[in-house]
Nanobody
Framework: QVRLVESGGGLVQTGASLTLSCEASEGTESRYTRGWSRQAPGKEREFVAAIRWNDSRTDYADSVKGRFTISKDDAKNTVYLQMNSLKPEDTADYYC??????????????????WGQGTQVTVSS
């Protein structure tokens, strides 16, 4: 069982930056593919970024490409989501997710087995 703990959410203004963190419990099962999904009120959940542990391959949703960067710290078993140029439409609950294998389609939400509790990001206009 992999436990994921997110942190770093908050209230910021349009154009600001924010970094989310996702720390996982120890174990090789947490080091395959990890990513971030978000859900805004009244909208479907959107998988926005993911990183594959072995080769650090990343993928991003078009809505965040060029503004968000996902990275990892092997020693801390932590994945980060650096969010720049935030917009009001980025307001959502952000969830960290981990797959139990290396994925080829990194943004396929159904492939992720473990989920965190979420952290709220609010971008004011």
């Amino acid at each position: 069982q992999v436990r994921l703990v997110e942190s770093g959410g908050g209230l910021v203004q349009t154009g600001a930056s924010l970094t989310l963190s996702c720390e996982a419990s120890e174990g090789t099962e947490s080091r395959y593919t990890r990513g971030w999904s978000r859900q805004a009120p009244g909208k479907e959940r959107e998988f926005v970024a993911a990183i594959r542990w072995n080769d650090s391959r990343t993928d991003y949703a078009d809505s965040v490409k060029g503004r968000f960067t996902i990275s990892k710290d092997d020693a801390k078993n932590t994945v980060y989501l650096q969010m720049n140029s935030l917009k009001p439409e980025d307001t959502a609950d952000y969830y960290c997710a981990a797959a139990d294998r290396e994925l080829t389609r990194l943004l396929r939400s159904k492939s992720y087995r473990y989920w965190g509790q979420g952290t709220q990001v609010t971008v004011s206009s």
